[in-house]
Each structure stands twice: as C-alpha cells, then as structure tokens.
C-alpha cells in the first residue's frame, strides 16, 4: 500500500525558511515524479513544484521560483522542498503526491495521486 507522509511544516516569520520532507512507503520510488502542492483555505489546490523520478528534472511555479527548491533522496525515498524568503502568501497546507503516468514532471493535480495528509505551513507578517 502506498503511502506518502509529510512533515516539517509550522509558523515562520515573512522571510524565515523551512524545510518540508515527504516519506515514501509501499512503492518503487524512483520510479515515479514527484510533486508539492498547496491549499490556502478557500482556495483550489495549486501546483508549488515537481521533480523526475531520477531527480534529474524538476519544475517550480512561478510564484515560487527562485526561493524554493525540491529534492529528492531515492535512497531514502523522500523528497524534500526547501522554501526560503518565506511570505505570508505561502500560507497553506502542504501536499505531496506522486505522478503515476509518465515520466516528466506534469503541474496539475489531476495527473498525481496518492496524497499525503498535508501539513500546514503558516508564514506570519
């Protein structure tokens, strides 16, 4: 059974940076993409970033691109969004999921499956 968990969200000052990570179980990992998306409440899911399964690929949304990095570890089989300059526009709970199908990183969310729980990223002004 698949099972994506993620972890390390929490309240941050505008300008502060956190680091989330997302544990993979019950799958070939390197096998599949991977993506981060996020919900600020009242509001649809949106795509934050996305990476092959060999790591080699990735894709950042505009919004985030230059402050936020993913990574992934195949060995470990997580992957990891590292987000700095931090705003409070970054508010929202945090998703990861896998892509099942293909093998370049796609940026809507009904091209990925197997959610995470989420967890809730706060940037305070």
């Known amino acids: 059974q698949v099972q994506l968990v993620e972890s390390g969200g929490g309240l941050v000052q505008a300008g502060g940076s956190l680091r989330l990570s997302c544990a993979a179980s019950?799958?070939?990992?390197?096998?599949?993409?991977m993506g981060w998306f996020r919900q600020a409440p009242g509001k649809e899911r949106e795509f934050v970033a996305a990476i092959s399964g060999s790591g080699v690929a990735t894709v950042l949304a505009g919004s985030v691109k230059g402050r936020f990095t993913i990574s992934r570890d195949n060995a470990k089989k997580t992957v990891d969004l590292q987000m700095n300059r931090l705003k409070p526009e970054d508010t929202a709970v945090y998703y990861c999921?896998?892509?099942?199908?293909?093998?370049?990183?796609?940026?809507?969310?009904?091209?990925?499956?197997?959610w995470g729980q989420g967890t809730q990223v706060t940037v305070s002004s």
């Open positions: 999921a896998l892509q099942p199908l293909g093998t370049v990183p796609e940026t809507s969310p009904r091209r990925y499956a197997n």
């Open positions: 019950g799958l070939s990992f390197s096998t599949y993409a």
